[in-house]
């Protein structure tokens, strides 16, 4: 063999070894983390979610990308709550959450309602009005009606009631129950099923995930409430994790399984996973197992259908915020990059074997 064949018999011969490399590479990538999240849930019959801002929708064609292009189901974030829709007691303001909705729509993708009746994010004209109980009464029933009625047909669950559990298992004194007593949370289902009777209608909370004093709580309170006829189809699991103390995963199944026992439907409504920051490697990993673990242990039970991330990427979550010096608890980093919970929930939709 000349010199020069030895020359180029060295550079062809590193190019088939790389040639195949990449492609045993790329084949296991295809295997473990082909497609979307979106399109594996469908191949499953299963929703797979993200709860997002009218902001960047407008302004970072990413985000709007990823969206669509990763779930087939949508949470406004913000705007249906009742501080946004109703900025005075006369007045609707549906233009933003309606802009959420032709999203969703123009994407195919289906839309959850969040929420009707919530302590927090109520507007002044209402928690100042010094209205009395049939006013208050009065304002929950019209809120409820033409909300519902507004999206009927277009949204196709509600979180009808949020957080109405305190963190001791007891009755959360809010606005509503100090004006309507404990009975507004079977008057709203009540209101719900007749203002749109196809709407699956959920009972929504955070920290009633594993087992203890509030999950109990909260399957106590949906017992009692289909015990006398109250039309509740479900209940949300918020699912605002934190990586440094997650929930024991058995008892989350065994919660999941108690409560599909009831004859509820469950869906995972809000899910993240926050940790100290600064991130590393480790800390992504472990995040990774939690959001495989729970998805997993919704993927076993059928009446879990629904898996949704309060977000999707570390940019606009709300976290570094309302939990300073906590982060990254999202499934995309900053610049939309798939996080190894990302690749986990990937794996574990497709490993599934729902249908
Ligand atoms: C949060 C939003 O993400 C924030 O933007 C807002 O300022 C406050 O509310 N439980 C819920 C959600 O049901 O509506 C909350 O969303 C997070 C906790």
């Not at 100042?128 to 009464?137: K, P």
């Not at 997650?246 to 409504?269: D, F, H």
Request: charged share 20%; proline share 4%; aromatic share 10%.
């Amino acid at each position: 063999m000349s010199k020069k064949s030895k020359l180029l018999a060295f550079p062809s011969t590193l190019s088939l070894l790389t040639a195949l490399l990449v492609s045993i590479n790329t084949l296991g990538q295809e295997l473990e983390t082909g497609g979307t999240l979106r399109s594996a849930a469908q191949a499953q019959g299963f929703l797979v979610g993200a709860s997002a801002e009218l902001k960047p929708l407008g302004t970072d064609p990413a985000y709007a990308q990823t969206l669509a292009r990763e779930y087939n189901v949508l949470t406004a974030a913000n705007a249906m709550k009742f501080e946004p829709l109703r900025p005075t007691r006369s007045r609707f303001a549906f233009a933003d959450a309606d802009k959420i909705l032709d999203f969703a729509a123009a994407h195919g993708m289906k839309l959850r309602g969040h929420t009707l009746v919530w302590h927090d994010q109520l507007p002044r004209w209402l928690v100042d009005g010094n209205f009395s109980s049939d006013e208050v009464s009065a304002i929950l029933r019209e809120h409820i009606e033409t909300v519902i009625g507004h999206y009927r047909g277009r949204v196709y669950a509600w979180d009808v009631v949020n957080e109405a559990i305190d963190d001791q298992g007891g009755l959360r004194q809010t606005f509503w129950s100090n004006m309507l007593g404990s009975d507004y949370i079977a008057q709203a289902f009540t209101l719900a099923r007749a203002a749109d009777p196809q709407a699956t209608l959920l009972y929504n909370d955070y920290g009633g995930e594993a087992l203890g004093v509030k999950s109990e709580a909260i399957y106590g309170l949906l017992k009692s409430l289909k015990g006398r006829g109250v039309p509740i189809d479900g209940i949300g699991l918020q699912s605002h994790f934190l990586l440094e103390q997650p929930p024991r995963m058995s008892e989350v199944a065994a919660n999941i399984r108690r409560l599909a026992a009831l004859g509820l439907e469950i869906q995972i409504t809000e899910l993240d996973v926050r940790m100290l920051m600064p991130q590393n490697e480790k800390k992504l990993e472990d995040q990774a197992q939690i959001y495989r673990a729970y998805l997993d242990a919704c993927l076993v039970v059928a009446n879990c259908n629904t898996f949704v991330t309060w977000g999707f990427t570390d940019k606009y979550s709300w976290i570094p915020q309302f939990f300073p010096g906590n982060g990254a608890a999202l499934p995309f980093d900053q610049a939309y990059r798939q996080k190894p919970a990302y690749h986990a929930l990937l794996q574990a939709l497709n490993n599934s074997h729902r249908r």
